[in-house]
């Protein structure tokens, strides 16, 4: 799905032809305010197109908004005017592209599938991150020490000493850790902890 937002109905019209005859599926809106009120639910693998320089909100103030709420959606700006300011601040925000008008259909296509290609992975890593958060909040608080220590390559022992129970229990809640995260090593559970940000271990 390929979001328009922008006040312009020549440059609607035609890049939403352009894209509907390249299998997009295209929604325009004539402005970030509509955008905002209507806002589709960015799960869906897509993109979003917007003038940097639309009235009112403007482009550069809907990807900040967008990016407050959490929105993975990519964003593609494009503008008459080859304002440095505007492209240096949308780009360091994370934006996808910058181009300006008038773009060629070639051109924007290009950006909106590196847009949509990136979309797909960022979408994938959350959904391997979220499972992995969902495995974690299986521990039980010992547990998680335990999870916390190991991945520091503390050896059983030496967790036995810092928590208080037995090597033996240790041992147990070792087991069981390795067993609700689903993995075969502590290599394995370093390698999460690091993907997860120790923090939330």
């Known amino acids: 799905m390929v979001y328009i937002v922008d006040d312009d109905r020549f440059f609607q019209t035609a890049i939403r032809r352009r894209l509907q005859l390249s299998g997009y599926e295209v929604q325009i809106y004539s402005s970030a305010e509509q955008f905002i009120d209507q806002q589709p639910d960015d799960s869906r693998l897509g993109c979003l197109v ?3 320089k639309i009235p009112r909100l403007g482009g550069p103030k809907l990807q900040a908004r967008l990016h407050e709420a959490g929105s993975t ?4 700006f494009v503008s008459y005017y080859n304002d440095i300011n505007t492209v240096v601040q949308t780009v360091k925000a994370g934006a996808e592209d910058f181009l300006l008008k008038p773009v060629t259909s070639n051109v924007l296509i290009a950006a909106i599938e590196r847009a949509i290609a990136r979309h797909d992975v960022s979408r994938k890593l959350q959904s391997e991150l979220n499972l992995l958060r969902a495995h974690v909040a299986t521990l039980t608080p010992r547990e998680r020490q335990v999870f916390g220590l190991l991945v520091q390559g ?3 022992k030496q967790i036995a000493y810092a928590l208080g129970p037995t090597e033996r229990t240790i041992k147990a809640h070792r087991h069981m850790v390795m067993e609700k995260m689903n993995v075969r090593s502590v290599a394995e559970l370093v390698l999460i902890a690091n993907r997860l940000g120790h923090s939330a271990v």
């Open 50 to 52: 917007v003038d940097a």
């Open 154 to 156: 503390k050896p059983n």
């Open 73 to 76: 959606l990519p964003v593609v």
